[in-house]
């Protein structure tokens, strides 16, 4: 008897007498948020032919499970985030400055509903949402003032922009031209990620296809002008949020990533030149195992893809660079202070996982956005995982783990059958057709629906208990302050982009606009285009209006 047969026989042995105990059941599910099976211990047999160099290797190689740098945070630590921007671009400036005084060390915009969607804050449309979501901006003038004294050369910056990605991007590129720092100067993300809108979030203005194409162009204008800058951020985040498992937000932000990929190859582009740039942005929610197991699978099948499927030679075309934020749909109004401890270990999950750059929720989030107190909270949790309960010492410390290579194992394992479910959707297997054909018939919203109903009834059956929400409640008033966005911000922006009206080169504007069409109708590059019209300033609902004269607007099928 070979030692995994000794290892079997003792585990059914065990197992035999952990069944029959007298001890008393939970009745918690034992699954993972994704419903796999949860068993009550693991040992080598679960693992059995393991292969260590095929599955795991070492840090810095192939196949990266154990992450993409040599010596992780012992040569740099994760980029210490906080989603910021609010009401007028002079209180996120304030803002901004607030958090790189007390140590972060990058910035992450949030928009506002107004310009997540590519209209002016003077836009019928844009009644009571100006500032609210985050800060407010409809053209140049209010991006100059967002960043005003930030030297663009010296920090990182991230922006949270999907459908009207190009204007935001050409707006923060014009504002670091006017500092005097070149493009190849300039470190940051933008979103612009329009696939996942269709999947979730919904903040879409063009259809797909021409979508696609202005994404492709973005980078492609970055690969040749901006070399440090990640043109995309393929994110699963509001995958996750929208009520996704942890398998469906790695699949479906997986074969969105490869739908990208081949969107760029088939429009020219050799893969080893933009795909170093691409990055990702995963949710950190509370099955603290699961998340962990997900970054690691994440970056092993990235890799595979990559150098199998898409002939990557370059190993940085292989490397997952990956940006994660604490999930906010597990944030709770019922007991507020609990979101402290619950965005901690999720922090702490992302780290394990291996992460590039990291957000962590503020407590206050169900009601508004932060004030500096809770966003100084988050930062700080970050800080104290990193300098004082040492993880960051050792690279993936639960390598090895018999749960945790199972579940990465299984992970992947699920992954892969939901890739052959999309590729079904196309007549090649292409993941670029299936992505868009499955949006279309509504496979995506159907599977995550259904995921979100199941984890609601077992929340209601209590199979799973949230504290504070269906188990340990308690009738007590909210205590903690919450950041109001006056009305007089809209007031405010609507006169400063009248004022940009007023002082602008009319005839500058309506050429760098109409040249901006004809670059869309004969399918040219459009990024020098908005860039010339950015300069004139022309709002971003000038723009933004002057492509749906070429390619309509997105209506959604019906699905339910």
Known sequence: MNN??????????????????????????FTTISDIEVQMLYTPDDLEGFDYMEKLGFPGEYPYTRGIHYNMYRGRLWTMRQFAGFGTPEDTNQRFKFLLKHGETG???????????????DDPMAEGEVGVCGVSVSSLADMEIVFKDIPL????????????????????????EKQGV??????????????????????????????????VDTIR???????????????????REAGATAVQELAFTLADGFAYVEACINAGMDVDEFAPRLSFFFNSHLDFFEEIAKFRAARRIWARYMRERYGA???????????????????????????????????LAAVLGGTQSLHTNSMDETYALPTEKAAKI??????IIAYEIGVANVIDPLGGSYYIESLTNKIEEEVEKYFRKIEAYSSNGSMLEGVIKGIEDGFFQREIAESAYRYQQELDRKERIIVGVNEFVEDEPVEIPILRIPPEVADKQKKRLAEVRATRNQAEVE??????????EEDQPLMPKILDCVRAYCTLGEMTATLKEVWGVYQEPLVF
């Open 107 to 121: 910035l992450s915009v949030a928009f506002d509903l107004p310009t997540l969607m590519g209209i002016d804050a």
């Open 378 to 383: 988050a930062l700080r949790t970050q800080q």
């Open 182 to 215: 070149k493009f190849n100067q300039l470190r940051g993300t933008i979103q612009n990620d329009i696939l996942k809108e269709y999947i979730a979030q919904k903040e879409w203005i063009y259809p797909p296809e021409p979508s696609i194409k202005l994404i």
């Open 221 to 239: 204008f970055a690969k040749d002008y901006v070399p440090q800058w990640n043109p995309i951020s393929i994110s699963g985040y509001h995958i």
């Open 511 to 520: 050429r760098a606009l109409a040249e901006l069409k004809k670059a869309a």
């Open 313 to 347: 030679k370059n190993p940085r075309s292989w490397m997952l660079r990956f940006h994660t934020q604490t999930a906010g749909c597990s944030l709770t109004a019922q007991q507020p202070e609990n979101n402290i401890v619950r965005t901690a270990f999720e922090a």
């Open 4 to 29: 995994t047969d000794k290892i079997r026989e003792a585990k059914k042995r065990w197992l035999e007498k952990a069944e029959n105990s007298s001890m008393k059941r939970t009745g918690i599910k």
């Open 153 to 176: 050369d010296q920090v990182s910056t991230s922006m949270t922009i999907n459908a009207p990605a190009a204007m935001i991007w050409a707006m923060y590129l014009v504002t670091a």
